[in-house]
């Protein structure tokens, strides 16, 4: 019983080393400017991509899930009707 005890720690000591994986984001004067002049979170998130920031780190400092900035990142921008 006690060898199944401490499998189990072993394997959550794991899981919680994979969850801090990406830095955390550190922003410029400048580009805090230009984040606080953009009027949407999609326009943000475009913003930080250009910037380099990663997926999983513009997640995290907009606190918005993952696959949310992915699905902003790989649609095309829609063209304004004329």
Request: without cysteine.
């Amino acid at each position: 019983m006690a060898k199944a005890k401490k499998a189990e720690v072993a394997v959550e000591a794991v899981a919680v080393s994979k969850t801090s994986k990406a830095p955390a984001i550190v922003l410029s004067k400048d580009q805090e400017a230009a984040m606080a002049a953009l009027p949407t979170t999609s326009a943000k998130i475009r913003y930080l991509n250009e910037q380099g920031f990663t997926r999983g780190q513009i997640a995290k400092f907009l606190d918005k899930r993952y696959q949310h900035v992915r699905t902003v990142l790989i649609t095309p921008i829609a063209k304004a009707k004329a």
